[in-house]
C-alpha cells in the first residue's frame, strides 16, 4: 500500500468503543497520563508529562489534529500543571457560591467541566438537566465562574506584561554594563609604538629636568672630564710631571721624560 501511494506514510491504530482509550491511542507515541470528555462540548482534554508535550502536540499541531480527525473529538492537550491548576481555579472560585458543596463539584468533573472556562462556555442548562441543579443555583454558578474568567484573564495579562517589562529592563541593564566596559577600556592608555616613542620623550624631560637641578648638577659633575690631548712636548712634559706615579715606575717615567 505504501509503495502504491508513493512511498505516503501510514500510521496505524488500534480502534476501541472507549473514546478515552482511542485519543490515547491515537495521540500515540506520546504517553497519556489522564483522558477528561466532556460530552456537552465535544471536547476532550488531554494530559501529558512536560516531555511528551511537543511529541503529542506534533509538527505544527499535525498530531493533535489528526487525532481530533480520527476521534471526532476536539482534543485540548495541558500539562499536570496546568490541568491541577484549573482543577484548583474552579474549586476555590465555586466554593464561594452559597449552596456548593464537594457533591456538586464532583458532578462538574463527572460531566468533564474541568474549568472555570468550561463552566462558561456550557452554560446553566447542563447544569439543571444533567445535574439536577437548582435553576438559581446553575444560574449563580455559571455567572461567577464568568466573572473569575474574566478576572484571571486580566491578572495573566498584568503578569505577562510585568515579566516583560523586567525582560526589557534587564536587557537595557546588561546593554548599560556593555557600554561602560567598553568605554573604561578606551581609558587605558595605548601600549603600542606610539606609547613608547610618547615614553620615551617623558624620559628624556626627566632626564633634563634632572640636569638642570642642584641635586642633577651634582651628579654630572662626579663624573671625570676629559682632558685635552697635549699639542706639544712642553705639555706633555708638564702633564707628565703633573700625573701621580707609584714607587715603581715614577723613576722610569721621570728618566724618560729627561
Request: proline share 3%; charged share 35%; net charge negative.
Amino acid at each position: 500500500i505504501v509503495d502504491e501511494l508513493g512511498g505516503e506514510k501510514i500510521d496505524i491504530v488500534r480502534w476501541n468503543e472507549s473514546s478515552q482509550i482511542l485519543i490515547s491511542n491515537a495521540l500515540k507515541p506520546a504517553e497519556i497520563q489522564e483522558v477528561a470528555l466532556c460530552f456537552e462540548l465535544g471536547r476532550a482534554t488531554v494530559v501529558v508529562s512536560e516531555d511528551q508535550l511537543s511529541l503529542a502536540i506534533g509538527k505544527r499541531g499535525q498530531n493533535v489534529r489528526l487525532g481530533a480527525r480520527l476521534t471526532g473529538w476536539d482534543i485540548d492537550i495541558l500539562t499536570p500543571e496546568e490541568y491541577n491548576k484549573g482543577l484548583d481555579d474552579l474549586e476555590k472560585t465555586l466554593k464561594c457560591v452559597e449552596g456548593v458543596e464537594d457533591v456538586l463539584l464532583d458532578k462538574l468533573l463527572a460531566l468533564g467541566i474541568i474549568s472555570l472556562m468550561d463552566v462558561k462556555e456550557v452554560g446553566a442548562d447542563p447544569l439543571i438537566k444533567e445535574l439536577e441543579f437548582g435553576e438559581d443555583l446553575a444560574n449563580r454558578i455559571v455567572a461567577t465562574a464568568e466573572e473569575a474568567v474574566v478576572r484571571l484573564a486580566e491578572e495573566a495579562e498584568r503578569a505577562k506584561a510585568a515579566e516583560e517589562q523586567k525582560a526589557a529592563e534587564e536587557l537595557k541593564a546588561a546593554e548599560v554594563s556593555d557600554g561602560d566596559g567598553e568605554t573604561a577600556a578606551d581609558d587605558v592608555p595605548a601600549t603600542d609604538g606610539t606609547g613608547g616613542e610618547e615614553a620615551g620623550v617623558a624620559s628624556e624631560e626627566v632626564a633634563e629636568s634632572a640636569t638642570d637641578s642642584p641635586a642633577g648638577a651634582e651628579a654630572v659633575s662626579e663624573e671625570p672630564a676629559e682632558e685635552p690631548m697635549p699639542e706639544t712636548v712642553e705639555q706633555a712634559e708638564e702633564a707628565i710631571g703633573a700625573a701621580p706615579v707609584n714607587e715603581e715606575s715614577g723613576q722610569a717615567e721621570k728618566a724618560s721624560a729627561e
